[in-house]
């Protein structure tokens, strides 16, 4: 089945800790994002990838960085940094260019840190 | 991208038709009006899109009025499992996604 893929579902991390979170998509799609979401609250941009490489800040990129070295695969790292990491996070992918239309989502990453 | 404006819940019935408002009274010509919904802990789910005519797929019917300013999410017969936070998302075709707060709606038996 072609779908986003994040893992793991529930993170659990000591604050002062790097913690790398998963997203991988077998849909051939060229675009790529990563969005937080706090609770009662909208879903908010981090990070987006138009293609493999090359990757733009999104509203709320401080203390996050990201990667995209295979179109397939779209990592996200909350680094110490991030003044409040505990959120859900989600991943989504979409054609990409001018031809982009809906976003897919996965399932997203519940990451707390104590 | 516009700013869009919807009621934060509304109710439905079990089998009846939810109608879920939205306002974009600066959306320009180039906008497209985008619905999405968000089951409780899941990712979003892509709904429907239109730019000035109406449109329906599988899932539910968008009405936009003449002049844009508005639209309309029709679900034609709402079940349990239509329970969600609806977002409407004004964008130009390639920019990324502004997510507001959305609808919550609830659908009882």
């Known amino acids: 089945d072609g779908g986003i893929t994040q893992s793991p579902k529930y993170l659990f991390r000591k604050e002062g800790q790097n913690v ?5 998509q077998n849909l051939n799609h060229d675009a790529m994002y990563w969005y937080r979401q706090d609770p009662g609250q909208g879903l908010r941009l981090i990070y987006y990838s138009q293609i ?12 996050y960085s990201v990667s995209r ?5 779209f990592p996200l790292t909350v680094t110490s940094a991030q003044k409040n990491p505990t959120a859900f996070y989600l ?3 979409s054609i990409g260019g001018r031809a982009s239309r809906e976003q ?6 519940r990451l707390t840190v104590t | 991208d516009a700013k869009t404006t919807q009621p934060p819940s509304m109710d439905c019935a079990e089998g009846r038709a939810a109608n879920l408002p939205c306002n974009h009274s600066t959306i320009s010509g180039n906008e497209y009006v985008y619905w999405y919904r968000q089951i409780h802990s899941q990712g ?3 709904i429907i899109h239109g730019l000035k005519n109406n449109e329906t797929n599988e899932m539910a ?9 508005s639209s309309t999410l029709i679900l034609p017969h709402a079940t349990l499992r239509d329970t969600a936070v609806y977002y409407c998302i004004v964008r130009v075709g390639y920019s990324t996604l502004t997510f507001g707060k959305g609808t919550m709606l609830l659908v009882s038996p």
Not at chain 1, 69 to 73: A, G, N, T
């Open chain 1, 69 to 73: 070295e295979k179109k397939e695969s």
């Open chain 1, 91 to 93: 991943c989504a992918s």
């Open chain 1, 20 to 24: 790398t979170l998963s997203c991988e």
């Open chain 1, 52 to 63: 493999v490489n090359d990757f733009q800040k999104g509203d709320i990129a401080e203390g």
């Open chain 2, 44 to 46: 979003p789910q892509y």
């Open chain 1, 104 to 109: 897919y989502f996965g399932p997203g990453t």
């Open chain 2, 61 to 69: 019917s968008l009405i936009i009025t003449e002049d844009r300013k």
